[in-house]
């Protein structure tokens, strides 16, 4: 969605063009204006008649004239809909009443909210004599938006009791149901179920072809909620959705259960799917760890192997330390992956070397996860470890040697900023700056004089070298390359600030009159 400047300065583009004739122009507005939602179209008639400086972005009124109006293209009527001068709205209004395509459709439905009581009831009867379900499609998505806003909102009950009058209830709210504005859609389908216009059978059909999950959630709902236990299980069990599975084992008790789906829901990819698998299993008289155990050791792919070893953990079954080294060694991502998942609270200082080399890797979420095996495990790594991947070429290398020392907390996090500032990468040199000065924590002897190696070179203003000089109790505030700063005094004259304490002293200072 375009920006309420950009907006203006399209929409003054098609004034200018209404007024001199720019076909060109006024086509592609008049694409533009089509092909937008409902909801962005009443934004844009909103910041069509908002202005602070120069001129509105629909122009004057008087440009507005009786010649440009009745030009044979609607678009040049829907512009001037939309100007602040209601004069211009109204005769506009009424020139679109002999259009009937889908831009005057949108641009009439708008006016129904107008504040001008003349140009509400002309849009208004207008668009209760379209009653077509073409110019339904058009109108209605504007109607329910403005249903909400007070004025106008008693005109889309009148407008669907008219085409239900004409056209029939299944046959409106059907064509509502393949509407392409997603909230029509969905009141459309609450609406026929609430109804019954649709029922069970027609849930069943939709569901496995139906992609927005707002409507999905209804359909499951509506299956859960009267479908019988063979047609849940049929159904839901085997949906690609995770709620329908798991809804499915909420409603089924385990006598109604096949032991076979369960047991393939127990190595399901939604963790509450496998949750409620575990309990019906339990149910039954069996022991997922087993399930668990047979599937990890097994030659299934790798990603079911994985979820099997999550199933194990979940369970709370123990791992050897050696298996779970062994799947982080492992050539298959899932498997790496899991691996340092279970390694998380169990890592030795064996395992440093192993993790490092994971965090240089050119997998990106094996390194978060290896980054946070050692952010869990401080004590078995230091700084000096980091060494080779901050001197890396690869600025990614380096930007995961920043974010494990910034993780240690506390002044670290500070010098780990300080010394990105340097970095060649002016990208990576900006995430430098995002320095949080730690409260209520003093730094050791050797952060202070890192801290103060790095005030002397970085690239940061004065005021922000002396509050954190001052924050880490450094005696004396850094001078900086650059050249030497002065504080003004009022009433003496400028004097070099050295320290905090004659900064303290200066501006402190009794006054002399």
Known sequence: MLTPPQIRRRLSEGAVAAVQGGRLVLDETASWLTSVTAREFLRIDHDARQFRYGRPALGKPEEWTSEVLASPLPVVAVLASMHPDGYVRERAVRSLVTSLDALSDRALAVRVNDHVRVIREVAAGEVLRRRTLDHADHVVPLLRRIEQRGRGFEVLALYVQALVTEHGEADVWARFRRSTDYELRRAAFRHSFDSGLLGLPDAVVLLPGERDQVVRRLLIEVIADSATPDVIARVLLRDRSAESRTLALVKLTAARLDPADVERLLLDSSVLTRLWARRRWQEMGRDPAVVYATCAHSTAKPVVRARAYIGLAETGTVVERQEIVGLVRSTELPLRKVGLLLLRDGATAEDIPLLLRSVAGDHSRVARLAGEVLIGSP?????????????????????????????????????????????????????????????????????????????STVPISRDQRSSIAFAAGLPDLPRSSAAQDCVPVPHSESVPVTSHRQWWRIWNRPSSR
């Open 379 to 455: 004590r078995l790594w230091s700084l000096t470890d980091l060494a080779p991947l901050k001197a890396a070429k690869d600025p990614e290398l380096r930007r995961r040697a920043w974010w494990l020392h910034r993780r240690r907390g506390g002044w670290e996090a500070v010098i780990a900023d300080l010394e990105f500032l340097h970095d060649s990468d002016p990208r990576l040199a900006a995430l430098g700056r995002q320095r949080e000065l730690p409260m209520y924590l003093r730094p050791t002897d050797t952060q202070k004089r890192r801290i103060t190696e790095l005030l």
